[in-house]
């Protein structure tokens, strides 16, 4: 059955009880039709080996719901249901909250709108997260080009996410919301479980609040999905504003003490004297440094209170 609503609660998602899990692919979405598009495709092919259903939610965080299109073409040629909802206001936190409002089942696994998985891509999350009893699983964000990038792109390994072995349990610090199934009930401890106030690092926050209260979270190897680096990435006033907002918003971590305080302010002059330095070295070393001292620079404003990046989010 394809449902198509929007605003509706989670509990009125059809989804038959089949004894056996059932998990529900959240997707925030703002703008990227394409995509999107691509993403559900590969949806659609998702192996179950009998061990689980699955459905989807699509938030879109777009007020003139730019997504509708996408979706209703994906629910009247697939079996899959899929529930599309609307958050208006520009906010990764809100638009995550709205996903999970209107979910269901047992599990939820998250991925972004600008990845897709391989098809075994649940099944493997699923089996990782039974075997290890733990509250989520993690996996790799691989990074993908559609058009061949600039050679410092490649060099400096932009966009390369860090890897582990399965069962590698996971510090808060590494986790985020690009690729993870989490037992809905962890989510339902509380209201609203990702915090407003984040315009990134919205998910570390939640995985180390999570952590406190003892739930586990470990890597699954196997459950890789991959990230879409389109040209608008490698534009470097996008990556230097994307770090100038990851330093501000990390600031509103608990590890932003004196100590992370203290390293930022060695951090920023030591990085500005070497970027001549990296300059003749190559590209690839120039923007590396270049952005890890916008972090720790984002990171300073904003304890001053100087806002470096004053939009929701930086999208590209």
Known sequence: MNILVEHCTASSLDVQDRGVPHICVCICTFKRPETLGRLLNQLKSQETGGRFTYSVVVADNDAGRSAEPVVSEFAASSSIAIRYCVEPAQSIPLARNKAIANSCGDYVAFIDDDEFPKSDWLLNALNTCQRFDVAGVL??????????????????????????????????????????????????????????????GEDQDLFR??????????????????????????????????????????????????VGIMKSIVAVPAYTLALPFCLIAGQHWFMTVLVKMCDHLGKLLFLVGIDPVKEPYVSG
């Open 209 to 258: 609040r999570m952590m406190e209260k003892g739930h586990r979270f470990i890597w699954c190897d196997e459950a890789p999905v991959f990230e879409v680096v389109p040209p608008s990435r490698w534009d470097r006033a996008v990556m230097l504003r994307r770090a100038l907002l990851r330093g501000a918003m990390a600031s509103l971590q608990p590890n932003c003490g004196f």
């Open 139 to 200: 996996g790799p964000v691989q990074r993908h080009f559609d058009e061949q990038p600039p050679k410092w792109i490649v060099k400096s390994k932009f966009y390369c996410r860090p890897t582990h072995n399965t069962g590698y349990t996971m510090p808060w610090e590494e986790c985020r919301t690009g690729n993870v199934l989490l037992r809905r009930e962890v989510l339902q401890q509380e209201a609203g479980p990702f915090r407003a106030e984040f315009r990134a």
